[in-house]
Each structure stands twice: as structure tokens, then as C-alpha cells.
């Protein structure tokens, strides 16, 4: 599956720092603007990237995705000038995902410049309703900031995307929406289908929590089936359930810098505990097709802020994290035991991690085992063993041309 050869694509996360706090990142604490307490803030510096990623690499990708699972790469100090680097030294394509609220128009100026130098360069603003609405899922930015940002990026050519999270406080905005596209120069308007508003059978809302650990309000899904993953719910009644979460004691876990006391210990007994209460059998029949694969034999790699090598974003959603789902603490457990310094930039080469086959050893070698009980891997038979609300989130009418978003499809 992955070898340094049939590298085709890679997803880089810049920074796990953010000036944002939407409620579904898993970046915070409990859905609140609070910072998880055992996540240290890094990024990558211009000088690592080079150490990490040398030019042959680079010449040798075909893209390269700036996005990340935690993180805005616009926050990372030196976002601007490793995309120079990639510039001076190849042709390989650069695709952006930003909130676009941070830094300030002159820095985005100066980057619509190079995207517009390099003419298959591309940036993505996340923008997820207008004025009055943006900010309920996009908290903390600033339209105004936000707005004067995006058309210093525009004005001189560059290419973008407007990505919107249809919701049911903004699926009224889309016309509006598209209108105010073309009034920034923003190149597309692509409305997407949110993830985290249903169950995969019901609707649920979307907890909102404030700073002191209580519910501020809730994010629902559109009231147009169109509009969103789970078209036909199995009950026409949106499910609202959350916790309140003690600020003292995330105080104290912050001190220690841990999320959970017993999350090691829970991952260390997934099979012996979690698995009894777990039917696999929907993915011990899954036959996966992996979001990595590209055209050809051509694979994709994601690497987050400290330098760990993974095979997809999807994976470093829950490698970065501490869900207590099954699937997502096997996946932790698989790690532990192989041991996450094979997959560390800082110990070794992308071309020795990938040449050792360690990718493989992990995740694509476990595909063709019996059942989850003998080590198949349950999060990429869910992912990319069946039809998921992953393949959905791009199907919306008032998407262009759908095949171009098949690379984030894919990962």
C-alpha cells in the first residue's frame, strides 16, 4: 500500500494552534472553547520542514495539503515562507484549508501573491454562514477581520474556494452566500454536508459548551434533507443529549497534561473489556478500500505538527485524540505496541519510515484478517469499508464540479 516510491500526496498539519474554537474539533475540551489539557501547541518551522521534508521529496510529490486535524496553517509562523520553499524549489501543487480569521491583510496580500504566481496553487476558506451566523460554529473569528483577509488574498489573482458547513441556522444563506462569493473574488462556492448532526440513524444536535463548562446552545442540522448526510432520519425527532464537564477538575488535569486518568489503562484493555460489548461482524466483512489511494498506485501520507506519519487525516483525527469509542482506542492500542517512534520524523527520514514498510505493518496488513477480534482494524473498515458520511459530505446540487473535490474525499 505505502511505500516511498508510490508517494503521491501528502497532508501536512503546519501548527495544532488555532485561532478558532469550533465545537467539534477535537482540538477541546468537551465541545468548549477550552484547549484540550493534554495537548502542547507546536508547529513546524521552516527550518524542521526542510529537515523533514528535503527538496527531492518534494519534487517527487504531486501535492502537498496544508489542513491538519487540530490546527489553522495560517497560524503557523512560518507558513508563508515554506510555501516558498515549495516554490523555488518544484512545481508540486499547494491546496489550503483555512478559517481565514487569523493574522492580519497584508500577510494575506503577500500570499495571494505567491498563489498567484503559482497558478495551480489553491486556498480553501472555511466559512461556514455570513455575518450573523459564521461565528455559532466558527467561534472567536471575526467577520470583519475575516472578510478584509479574504479579499486581500483575492485581489491580485489567486485562486480559492468558499467551503460551507451547512447547518440549520445558515442553509437559509447559501443564495446570499454565493452572492457575496463573487464580491470578495473568491473563485468557488462549494456548500458542504456537516458531519457531527446525526448518529447515522438519527439527528442529534451539536453541543456548544461555554468556558465554565455548561451549555451555550446547540447546532442542529438543515431542515432540507438535501442539505445534510442523513436525509432519511428513522425518527423525524433530533436527539439532544451532552454532559456539563467540572472546570476545577480540567484545571487539574491541565496541570497534569492529561485529558483522562485512565485513558492508557482503557486502551490497554480494548480487546479484553471493550470488545465484549462490540459487534464487528458489519466490519469484520468489510472489504476496505483506502481513502489513501490515489490514481494509479499512488498513495497519500498525513503528518501531523509533531512529526508523526499516518496514513490519513481520518486516522490522525483519532490518533490526536482520546475518544473512548472502540475503534478509536484499538486504533491507540495498535500504535502503543508497534511503538509511535517508527513513525516519527524526529528519529527518522520519511524515506526510512516508509521504506520499513511501518504504515503497512500497522493498518494495511490488518485489513485481510478474519475479523476485528484477530486485529482488523475496525475505524478503516468504518471509513473505508462501506459507504460513509465521509463520501457524503461533497454531493450537495450547488457543487460545481464534484469531481474536484475528490482528493479531499479521499483524504
Known sequence: MWSFDNLGQMHIELTNGCNAACPMCVRFHCSSPLVRPDIK?????????????????????????????????????????????????????????????????????????????????????????????????????????????????????????????????????????????????????????????????????????????????????????SKRNLETPVENVTIFKHHNFDVDQYREMKKQNVSSNNYQKSVENVYSHNLKYEDTSHWDKATISCKSKLWGDKTEIFVDSDGIVMPCCYIGTHLNGVYTDFKSMQLHY?????????????????????KKQHLNRVFSDSWDKESVKCGKLAYCSETCGKFSSIDNIFTHEDVENESKYRFKKNG
Request: aromatic fraction near 12%; charge should be negative.
Open 41 to 225: 501547541i507546536t508547529q513546524i518551522t521552516l527550518d524542521t520542514f526542510k529537515q523533514w521534508f528535503p527538496e527531492d521529496i518534494i519534487q517527487k510529490t504531486d501535492l502537498i495539503l496544508f489542513c491538519g486535524v487540530h490546527g489553522d496553517p495560517s497560524v503557523a509562523r512560518d507558513m508563508y515562507e515554506i510555501c516558498e520553499y515549495i516554490s523555488n524549489c518544484s512545481n508540486t501543487k499547494i491546496l489550503v484549508n483555512t478559517n481565514g480569521g487569523a493574522r492580519k491583510p497584508e500577510w494575506w496580500e503577500k500570499l495571494g501573491l505567491l498563489f498567484a504566481k503559482n497558478t495551480s496553487w489553491e486556498l480553501t476558506f472555511s466559512i461556514d454562514g455570513l455575518e450573523d451566523t459564521n461565528h455559532i460554529y466558527r467561534r472567536n473569528v471575526v467577520w470583519k477581520k475575516l472578510e478584509a483577509n479574504v479579499k486581500a488574498f483575492t485581489k491580485n489573482g489567486a485562486k480559492s474556494d468558499w467551503d460551507f458547513l451547512m447547518f440549520k441556522h445558515n442553509e437559509h444563506q447559501i443564495e446570499e452566500a454565493k452572492k457575496i462569493c463573487k464580491e470578495w473574488g473568491i473563485t468557488n462556492f462549494v456548500p458542504k454536508k456537516a458531519l457531527g448532526v446525526d448518529n447515522g440513524k438519527s439527528l442529534q444536535g451539536m453541543p456548544a459548551l461555554n468556558d465554565r463548562g455548561e451549555l451555550d446552545y446547540w447546532i442542529e442540522a438543515p431542515e432540507d434533507p
Open 334 to 354: 495498535h500504535m502503543n505496541n508497534y511503538g509511535w517512534d517508527n513513525f516519527n520524523l524526529n528519529k527518522h527520514s520519511l524515506e526510512n519510515i516508509l
